[in-house]
């Protein structure tokens, strides 16, 4: 397998992701989905959030500094599915998981707290957040119990194959179902900016739902453009 890729218009937004994970930053930044959405090319994304052609330049600039950087990781691409599912499982099955155990207690609290002045705002993202909580549980235990272990049994006939493209189908739409909770996340904390009264919780708070949105955002881009494509 490739371990670069050369950039340009045509290049997807998943395989970009994928080859150059840095980049995330920078597109979450945009508010360019790469993860629901991860099939669309840079001229598509380019030209459905404004931007013009020298955004791609930056990126071309970027991605060069980053191949020239010592001690990079491998692209997923090149890992096998064991190890990209146990990279899944590490970094971000974990992670998610802490993060949301943390945003649980805290989300409840700020809801009590600034319920009178702030009644609105707080139930919104109480909402928001315990449909995404209970969205990527579900999602965890379907890739974990099912989807994981049959990827991982050795010497698949074609109905074991036809099984996992159908669970596939499946968690991609629960993919494109986090990915609207969590536009709607991102529009109802104004991006992730905490309003005048907010006391050191709220900015907590709104600080860890983005790294539990960026972290969702990576980790769909590693199962829908590389792991699942697998078996497509």
Not at 30 to 55: M, V
Not at 86 to 106: N, Q, S, Y
Not at 119 to 145: D, P, V, Y
Request: with cysteine; aromatic share 8%.
């Amino acid at each position: 397998m490739k371990q670069t890729i050369t950039i340009n218009g045509q290049t997807q937004l998943g395989e970009l992701v994928t080859f150059f994970p840095a980049i995330t930053s920078r597109l979450n930044e945009l508010h360019i989905d790469y993860c629901c959405q991860g099939d669309r090319s840079l001229d598509a994304a380019i030209k459905e959030s404004g931007l013009t052609p020298e955004f791609i330049t930056e990126v071309q600039n970027a991605y060069s500094e980053y191949l020239a950087k010592p001690g990079k990781d491998l692209p997923v691409t090149e890992l096998s599915d064991e190890a990209l599912i146990d990279l899944i499982l590490d970094v971000h099955h974990l992670t998610e998981r802490a993060l949301w155990k943390e945003l649980d207690k805290l989300v409840n609290l700020i809801l009590l707290v600034h319920y009178e002045h702030g009644k609105e705002l707080m139930l919104k993202i109480h909402r928001s957040f315990s449909e995404l909580k209970m969205e990527l549980e579900e999602h965890f235990a379907k890739e974990e119990k099912e989807l994981f272990p049959a990827m991982l049994k050795e010497d698949k006939t074609a109905k074991d194959l036809a099984a996992i493209r159908e669970l596939i189908d499946e968690l991609e739409g629960e993919h494109d179902g986090a990915g609207k909770i969590i536009k709607r996340l991102i529009k109802e904390t104004n991006d992730f900016t905490p309003p005048e009264y907010a006391c050191p919780t709220v900015k907590a708070v709104y600080q860890k739902l983005h790294e539990l949105v960026d972290d969702v955002f990576l980790h769909i881009a590693k199962e829908n453009s590389v792991l699942f494509k697998r078996y497509q």
